[in-house]
Structure formats: structure tokens, C-alpha cells
């Protein structure tokens, strides 16, 4: 049952073949006996048949309609689920129940999905590997050595190791498409605001972005219409247009950076790949340019630039008084903030703590962040330029497959340049997805990346299952 992709499992629910409480049954089982470390945190079971019998009544009598009605889904775990613990897979946040649950997870839930557990992560999101996790790192499914990549590697190892169905996941620099790429799955990121972000844990605020994972492009383009849409909790949520796909490929103009295939690390095999999904594209009706992308130089240091500052803001909440882990034997309120923060957050959070106070102070304000912030306005007007004459752009995911377990963490500046293909997406505020598009010399996934212009987020899920629907 757990090789089914989440809308096969639905139709079989529907049609009576599989029980919502079977479904459920076999998911904990997959994820308690997780070779991945995919899992922080399993939900009751108990509570999840109460929950699948309630679901499997309000199927049969047409009150759900989904088709993703009684699949089990995992929640990555820095979306806040009500009654269940959330931890940004940090010691800091370690005893953490959130008394309310995500707008997304809300939409899910009354959907009829049935969240099962929570998904490890680099803490706080901050990492490329999710090593950083206070509960250990995640595996890899095709190689135990290797990263699963982050901060989603949780999220996308599970949905890989068959350990659950489909997962929800967040990206702020590529943390769902990457992790996607080095586990062989399929990782969408919806445009800037398309998901609301009330109940994410903030990394950094106008970048984050929640989006799922799954084993095709059909199935993140449902769980998308489910979740998607504007939230009166969330400021910065959008209404889309239509969260229908576009069909078809044929007539579509396609444009490959090349930039993203020549330089920057690219792996020959990665390189190879990418020009081979561009060829399918072209036998699909679609017609391919290149072009040149002059800002690649700049991505990576006006990203962290950024990121750092919103998470040195966005994390100053931990202080050991209001809620989460407090450090013991302070006497003072100063030494109770230093120690707690000191003992309570990893070096990677810590690190990224630092750099993004500094940006942020007296003298390098302007030096920094403000030249950051007008780098992203100028990465913002060149897409809208380009998607003025391209329906989309084709690129790597990453410049590599997944690296072995510890490498990353030893070269910090190389885990960060593993983001270069990504983080664009991100800073411009687009949608973009991960598809595997096949393997390096070594059997590990490579991904090929979609990215489309603001609110075209059907263009993006059209040609990923157009693309898939051809490798099926």
C-alpha cells in the first residue's frame, strides 16, 4: 500500500478497496519503523482511527469530496499542529505543544487528510543537509551514507522510503526542492504568499514559503488547490487566479540559464540530465532557448544577507521566559537569556544568529542589508523581463547529487553554494518545482527545476505532470 502515490490511494479509498483506518494503520507502522530518522514525532494513534473512522463516514455519505480524503499526511515539523509537539527540530522548543495548528494543516485536516507525525528538518530550517537537527540526521533512502538535503530532508526522505504518502513541507532558499532533488521525489514551491504562512515557526519571514512533497506532480498539484488561497490570519496571503493546471507543453517558449550549466560546480552527470529533460521538452511541442541569467554571482550572498537578519529578529522570541526550553542555575534575567540561548540553539543557529544581528547593526546597515534588499529588487525586475518573452525557466536543482553524511557541515561555504540554483526563486518570490529527471554514475537522483513567473503556479504543476506524464 505505501508504494501507491497519495490520489491512488484516494481512489481506493473511495471506491472501497482500502479502509481510511488501514491507510492510517499502515503509515505509523512505516513511520515508526522509519530507516530514514525521517520522523520526530508520531501523532497518537488512537486518536488517528477516531479521526479515519469519522473521515471514512463523512466519505460514504459524499459529505468529503477530495480525492485526498483519508490519505495520512507528515507535517514538517516547524508547522504548528494543535495538540501535537512541534519542535523546529531544535533542543530550544523540545517540550513545545502548540495549543492551535497552521491555516494550511486547518485546510487539510477539513479536507479529510490525517496528519500522522512530524518531520525531522535542520533546525529552524537552517541548513542544506538536515544534520543541523537536534534529533539526528536524516538518511538518505538510496544511499544511508548520503544527505537527504534540507532543511525539508524529513519531509522528502519519508515521501522516498515509501514511510508516508505525501508530506507538507517549507522552503525559504530551496528547502523543498532540493532535499526533493537528492531523494528522487517531486518538491513544489508555491509563489510568495499562495500558502498562508500563519502557524509556520518564522525563519525568515519574506522568503518562507509552505509547500508539499510527493511522489508525482499530480499530487502536489492537489494538496496546492487544497491549501492554497487567501487568509485573513496572514497579511502577506494571496488569492490565485486559478489553481487549476495548464495542459499541454506544445507552444510553450522554455528558457535554460546558461549560467546554471557551465561553472558553479555543476556536476557533468547533473549537466547531462538537464539537457536531456530539455530535449523531452522539445519533442513535447515545447521550444527551448538559452539565456543568461547576469545576477548568479550575487544570489548567494544577498540570500543569506537577508535570511540571517529576518532569523536574527525572528529568533530573538527565545529567551528562555515566555515559552520553550529555559537554561537552570541563571541568576539574573541577562544570564537567563545568554545561557538559554547559548545551551538551546545549535552552532548552525547560532552562526546564522550572529551574522544576521551584525548586518542588522549600527554601520553595516546600509553597507549590507540595504544592498541586499535592492540586489532582490533588481533579481525581480530581470525575471519579470524574462517570463515577459518565456512561459518558464529550466535549470538544475542543485549543482550536485546528495553529498556523503558530515561533508557539508565540515565546509560550511559549500553547503551554502548548494543553494545557488535555488535561492532566486525564493528572493523573486516565484513558484518553482523539483522533478527527477535521472540519476548520477553513482544511482543518486537528480533533479531538473521549473521555475514560472509570479501566480503562474498551474504553468509550473502543468509541465512537471506533462513531463512525468512522458517518463511514465
Known sequence: MMNLTALQLGEKIRAGEIGVAEAVTAALGAAENSRTNAFVTLADKEKCLS???????????????????????GIKDNICTSGLRTTCASKMLDNFIPPYSATAV?????????????????????????????????????????????????????????????????????????????????????????????GLI????????????????????????????RDPKDGTS????????????????????????????VDED????????????????????????????????????????????????????????????????????????????????????????FVLSSGFYDAYYKKALQVKALIRKHFAETFYNYDAILCPVAPTTAPILGESLSDPLKMYLSDIFTVTANLAGLPAISIPCGKDANGLPIGAQIISDVMKDKVVLGLAQAYQGVQQ
Open 51 to 73: 479521526q479515519a473512522d469519522t473521515i471514512q463516514k463523512k466519505i460514504s455519505t459524499g459529505e468529503l469530496t477530495s480525492p485526498l480524503a483519508g490519505v495520512p499526511i
Open 106 to 198: 486547518e485546510k487539510l485536516e477539513n479536507a479529510g487528510l490525517i496528519v500522522v507525525g512530524k518531520l525531522n528538518m535542520d533546525e529552524f530550517g537552517m541548513g542544506s543537509t538536515s544534520e543541523t537537527s537536534h534529533y539526528g540526521a536524516v538518511k538518505n533512502p538510496h544511499d544511508e551514507n548520503r544527505v537527504s538535503g534540507g532543511s525539508s530532508g524529513g519531509c522528502a526522505a519519508a515521501v522516498a522510503a515509501n514511510e508516508t504518502f505525501i508530506s507538507l513541507g517549507t522552503d525559504t532558499g530551496g528547502s523543498i526542492r532540493q532535499p526533493a532533488s537528492y531523494c528522487g521525489v517531486t518538491g513544489f514551491k508555491p509563489t510568495y504568499g499562495a500558502v498562508s504562512r500563519h
Open 202 to 229: 518564522a525563519y525568515a519571514s519574506s522568503l518562507d514559503q509552505i509547500g508539499p512533497i510527493a511522489k508525482n506532480a499530480a499530487d502536489c498539484a492537489e494538496i496546492h488547490k487544497i491549501i492554497a488561497g
Open 238 to 265: 494571496l488569492d490565485l487566479p486559478e489553481t487549476a493546471c495548464i495542459k499541454g507543453v506544445i507552444g510553450k517558449k522554455i528558457a535554460i540559464p546558461e549560467d546554471c550549466l557551465i561553472g558553479n560546480g
Open 270 to 357: 547533473v549537466k547531462n540530465n538537464i539537457l536531456e529533460t530539455a530535449k523531452k521538452f522539445t519533442e513535447m511541442g515545447a521550444s527551448i532557448d538559452y539565456i543568461k541569467l547576469p545576477f548568479n554571482e550575487y544570489v548567494i550572498p544577498a540570500y543569506y544577507i537577508i535570511a540571517t537578519a529576518e532569523a536574527s529578529s525572528n529568533l530573538s522570541r527565545y529567551d528562555g521566559v515566555k515559552y520553550g526550553f529555559r537554561s537552570e542555575g541563571a541568576n539574573s534575567l541577562l544570564q537567563t537569556y545568554n545561557a538559554t540561548r547559548a545551551e538551546g540553539f545549535g552552532m548552525e543557529v547560532i552562526k546564522r544568529i550572529l551574522l544576521g544581528t
